[in-house]
């Protein structure tokens, strides 16, 4: 009998583990006991859990949190009552949490939540505390039951967010409110509002107060913000265009109060992308000490001040300028300073944040640069957070994700970074995305990972930043060409690959008619569309190699031209959606299975050619143009070519172009040229650029440029084939300049 009473027991500690690890709370929570108590105070063989009760009693919402409590009633509802089961709500010092005091995390939001099976406790160690108390017994509910369980949590970073800080088209008003919603259920606490295409946070309209509608909208999102316990940070970018006068001082002052009349308690001023006299650092710290002296500081519900400078990534630094001394020894302290690594797009690590931390002499707040796509418009950042320093939590004081320009989408990898920024130590990467796509798309979550795990990496891109992409298939890939290639492939990694193709095709097909986000869907319709066809292109090409081993010529023939179809399909698309000025189109599955069905259809026309006297075209992606330039930031530079012109991919950052800086386009043969075209977003003289053609390389023929009414350098020349195309700095000074247009028309 007392064996038979020990192993009882055993199990049942088995059995009280296991479903405390099922238990699951976003963020993270830093620490969750079970307890061994069940409703009725005897121990069962399941996890104790408590029935949700009919009829709830808030305890203490005269002192708590009014958020919180509102959360709680518009949860609760009718299970709410003047009798029931008790509730207590609020913060340290509430009479209604006297009793857990001491067990209140003592640190900023940090939250106490208890279960049992005489009362529920959630106690914050200040309001927001309460809130995100609130928010995990929200999340506890499952199938009308509750667990009996203890949760002592707080978070690692201060504050955790989004900068809505993309070029391109910004957020609809609809897509702030959901994104502030989500925000509140993900224990967020900040939004940074700063899209660079509003013209009254930048240039040339900052100065001016929003119009009536605008202003409205703002109103409210700052509204939703405060009921989601989110610090609505309006941001103004003045640097393009700032003079260093009083009158523009005394108008970022008003456009502050403007923004506080509509209830805006946060606030930030952005000099990132800028160059000339608005980059000036002793200029800079001189306006942002006085807009902390004389507005912060006098408003005691005013959160610190939050600037992003001009030099603000590593890359950048330039130690001579003296930039980052003057932010670190001249900048009010209390003022926050924006940092993006040690790149403009990179991961965030501890020697990084260390570096930083002592040139400004406070802890940086991290503009993380993920998974913002406005350099990669074709593509769409769906894979996992990974790649930050979990050990960093100390030397930051913020961390904020700048999203993609499709609002929805980007909710993936803000769901991982509220996980991340919460509790860094125990973040697991996979666990956090798995957990976020259920989350976003529940009833279909199975498609949209397969979606989701071929449409994380950015391609070849000038920031040299990527990502894993089809992370199961890829070493089966591999493998399967390099065998194939070699005539013994094996027979698993064939079906496998043909599986992965139904699952693409199949995971197309369901989205494209998915109505439970249609938000999502709506945005990442053109790549699904692109995806759907992918997946009919790898299952087609894998029919084309069994039916050339086989010698089935009018089989293989039919899916040589179904793949060529369906590859002029894609192109298609291509031209038709999302055609941005910057990287047109739509692209999906590029590092693995565009490659692999490439591979696929090139391999089994070769041997199909060779067997029957044949000539088959094949598939290529060519480019009948190469870049080379010794100007550093343009190196990676990718290319976009079309049947009659070439263009280089805009960057949206400052250029330093040094003295004897060149860009060279080398064509694949002579073409004729009627001209190129430049806009350097330059109001000055450009005498210091020459533009050249030649035909070997050598012998260089100077072109005239001429200036159009746009500000646009147009260059023509004589009707000669030339081969290579460049553009020099030819004077003895650097100059800095955007490089928003570049191309090359030929014949």
Known sequence: MKKVLVFFVCLLLAQVRVMAQDIQVQPSPRQVNVTGKSVTGVQTCALPILTIPVAFRLVGEQEANPHAIALLKQFLGDRLGTEGFPLFVGEKGDRAVRGAKRLIPDHPEGYYLSITDKAITLAGNDERGTYYAARTFMQLFHEGHLPFVRIQDYPDVRFRGVVEGFYGTPWSHEARLRQLRFYGENKLNTYIYGPKDDPFHSSPNWRKPYPAKEAARLAELVKVANEN?????????????????????????????????????????????????????DRQVELLN??????????????????????????????????????????????????????????????????????????????????????????????????????????????????????????????????????????????SWHRAIRAIMPENAEAFTVFARHNSDLGENVHRFRREESVEIQPVAERFMKRYREGHYDERDFLALQEEFERVAEAA???????????????ITPWLHQFKILGDAGREALVMLKAEERGDRELFLRKYNHVKALRKRSYELE???????????????????????????????????????????????????????????????????????????????????????YLQLELDDLYRIPGTRMNFDVKGDLSWGVMEVSVDGENWQVVTLTRDARGRLNGKWEDTPVKFVRFTNSGKDEQQVYLREFYVVFS
């Not at 070519?641 to 330093?656: G, I």
């Open 229 to 281: 316990e989110v610090d609505f940070v309006w941001a103004i970018h003045p640097g393009l265009d700032i003079r260093w006068e009083t009158s523009d001082r005394d108008s970022l002052m008003a456009k502050f109060e403007h923004m506080y009349d509509l209830g805006v308690r946060s606030f930030a001023v952005f000099f990132d992308d800028i160059s000339g006299e608005g980059a000036k650092a």
């Open 509 to 523: 097909d369901l989205l494209l008619v998915d109505n439970e986000n249609e938000a999502l869907i709506e945005e």
């Open 290 to 431: 006085y807009v902390d002296d004389h507005f912060v500081r006098v408003k005691p519900d005013v959160t610190p001040l939050i600037v992003c400078p001009t030099e603000y990534n590593k890359d950048w630094a330039r130690p001579e300028s003296g930039y980052l001394a003057t932010i670190g020894t001249k900048l009010n302290p209390s003022v926050e300073v924006m940092w993006t690594g040690d790149r403009v797009i990179s991961e965030i690590t501890r020697e990084g944040v260390e570096w930083i931390r002592e040139q400004i002499k406070r802890p940086s707040y991290i503009w993380w640069n993920f998974p913002v796509s406005d350099y990669v418009r074709d593509h769409v950042l769906l894979g996992e957070v990974y790649g930050n320093g979990k050990d960093i939590a100390g030397s930051i004081s913020g961390f904020v994700a700048n999203p993609m320009e499709w609002a929805e989408a980007s909710k993936l990898a803000i769901y991982c970074v509220a996980d991340y920024t919460w509790n860094m130590q125990s973040y697991d990467r996979s666990r």
């Open 575 to 661: 031209r038709q959606f999302n055609q941005n000025p910057y990287q047109p189109g739509v692209k999906t599955g590029t590092t693995v299975l565009q490659p692999l069905v490439l591979g696929i259809f090139t391999e089994a026309t070769e041997r199909f050619n060779r067997k029957n006297g044949m000539d088959l075209p094949l598939l290529a992606d060519y480019l009948p143009c190469k870049l080379t330039t010794n100007v550093p930031q343009l190196e990676h530079l990718p290319l976009q070519v079309y049947p009659n012109r070439v263009h280089l991919t805009p960057l949206l950052e400052v250029v330093k172009w040094p003295a004897g800086g």
